[in-house]
T-cell receptor
Framework: DAKTTQPPSMDCAEGRAANLPCNHS???????VYWYRQIHSQGPQYIIH???NNETNEMASLIITEDRKSSTLILPHATLRDTAVYYC???????????????FGKGTHLIIQP | NAGVTQTPKFRILKIGQSMTLQCTQD?????MYWYRQDPGMGLKLIYY???????DKGEVPNGYNVSRSTTEDFPLRLELAAPSQTSVYFC?????????????FGPGTRLTVL
């Protein structure tokens, strides 16, 4: 799996959009970008994933650059409950014949300020 | 659905003691995983299973054993507890579906070995 680089921490004001960057310059053509988050003392929670098109769901939007070497997770209207560690993970999803786990780095600690 | 449940939530062991961490999922997922998370770090994969009767080692399997006799249960066994095994343990499950193979995590077991 390709390695990712994320800032260790970020602040964002409540109600504003939180934009979390991730660099994955060695990503290969069949690797997807996944985002998970971990609220303090809880298990990680899936947020969103994508291959090359921008994606949006009820939690967030994922913007992937055209060369796929970086991406941005956008939380459109951050609340205090969005304070968490956010992990950007690049991997080839399971297709056939086996599975491997997720490779978690240290992530970005996003702090939402009231 | 209860999702992924883990017991116990907390446990203190003495060096050399043994214990089993329980993990159960009710989503009929084929894939299950055990991770450990040391303070300030990301998660590391201990063992995983792609179905009943099939298990495989992850990144940090030493000191642990697993079994998978049913689809629902994936217990993790510590035979001779050591202080280095002090960590938070997370179980996860996944329904393999190509690009959408997201993992669902339990709430974790916080283990201290003294």
């Amino acid at each position: 799996d390709a390695k990712t680089t994320q800032p260790p921490s970020m602040d964002c004001a409540e109600g504003r959009a939180a934009n979390l960057p991730c660099n994955h310059s060695t990503i290969s053509g069949n690797e997807y970008v996944y985002w998970y988050r971990q609220i303090h003392s809880q298990g990680p929670q899936y947020i969103i994933h994508g291959l090359k098109n921008n994606e949006t769901n009820e939690m967030a939007s994922l913007i992937i650059t055209e060369d796929r070497k970086s991406s941005t997770l956008i939380l459109p209207h951050a609340t205090l409950r969005d304070t968490a560690v956010y992990y950007c993970i690049v991997r080839i999803p399971w297709v056939d014949g086996g599975a491997d786990g997720l490779t978690f780095g240290k992530g970005t600690h996003l702090i939402i300020q009231p | 659905n209860a999702g992924v449940t883990q017991t116990p939530k907390f446990r203190i062991l003495k060096i050399g003691q043994s214990m089993t961490l329980q993990c159960t999922q009710d989503m009929n997922h084929n894939y299950m995983y055990w991770y450990r998370q040391d303070p300030g770090m990301g998660l590391k994969l201990i063992y995983y299973s792609v179905g009943a009767g099939i298990t495989d080692k992850g990144e940090v399997p030493n000191g642990y054993n697993v079994s998978r006799s049913t689809t629902e249960d994936f217990p993790l066994r510590l035979e001779l507890a050591a202080p280095s095994q002090t960590s938070v343990y997370f179980c996860a499950s996944q329904w393999p579906s190509g690009s959408g193979d997201t993992q669902y995590f339990g709430p974790g077991t916080r283990l201290t070995v003294l």
